[in-house]
């Protein structure tokens, strides 16, 4: 069941990309394409993301249901208030950096027009030590993880061209109420309810999905 997103709407703030770079962290070479930076418009968009970027280990990152990254411009107005800096868009390694929506109550399979591309909301994030190398501490990663202001990663419905200054608007919105906040939150508690519902939601990214089934398997029958 699809409902109407009654024109829910945002903004495109900047659209950042970037490629793999060499650091050192923790006492050895790491190569991350966390590092993401403004570009001018329009940039091309296809099914595994956007033109001039890519990700360092496609084992984790990148594939259709990670091709684009977006942060909120709210959420980092609030990291900006935590830790007492400016922070540029692009900081947490996002492709657009939005402003309008709140990400943690979008909700999977929601399709969003943005320039002529339209993209579906696809699942949350899941930060791993590379974003503690970006901010210069390791125990970031659990900090940002503990605020619940993840973002979102989107699929590609269409391919196109975005620019900053673009409206994001939400064309469709699915009526089962998995939202990406729903999705870190069953993570974290691994409810076996929360769980099912997971399975069932076929707009949510395979490998959540198959993660969800995996733990219900673990668990045996009820």
């Avoid at 970037?18 to 190569?31: K, L, N, Q, S």
């Avoid at 909120?72 to 692009?90: I, K, M, T, V």
Wanted: overall charge neutral.
């Amino acid at each position: 069941m699809t409902t109407d997103g009654h024109g829910a709407a945002g903004r495109v703030l900047s659209v950042n990309v970037g490629g793999p770079r060499r650091a050192e962290w923790g006492g050895r070479t790491v190569v991350s394409a966390i590092w993401k930076v403004p570009v001018a418009g329009p940039v091309a968009v296809a099914a595994t993301g956007l033109a001039g970027d890519a990700q360092a280990d496609l084992r984790v990152h990148g594939g259709e249901d990670k091709a684009v990254y977006a942060y909120a411009s709210e959420d980092y107005a609030w990291w900006e208030g935590e830790l007492g800096r400016d922070l540029p868009p692009g900081t947490f390694g996002e492709n657009l950096t939005v402003a309008g929506l709140d990400l943690a109550a979008a909700v999977v399979g929601e399709v969003w027009a943005v320039g002529s591309a339209r993209l579906e909301v696809s699942e949350p994030r899941t930060p791993c030590f590379k974003l503690g190398m970006r901010m210069g501490d390791a125990g970031f990663v659990d900090r940002f993880d503990g605020a619940g202001r993840l973002g979102t990663y989107l699929r590609v419905v269409s391919p196109g061209a975005l620019s900053a200054g673009d409206r994001i608007v939400v064309e469709s919105r699915p009526g089962h109420g998995i939202t990406v906040a729903f999705v870190a939150r069953a993570r974290r508690t691994g409810a076996i309810d929360d769980l099912e519902r997971l399975v069932e939601t076929p707009e949510l990214g395979q490998s959540w999905r198959a993660w969800a089934d995996r733990e219900l398997a673990r668990r045996g029958p009820r």
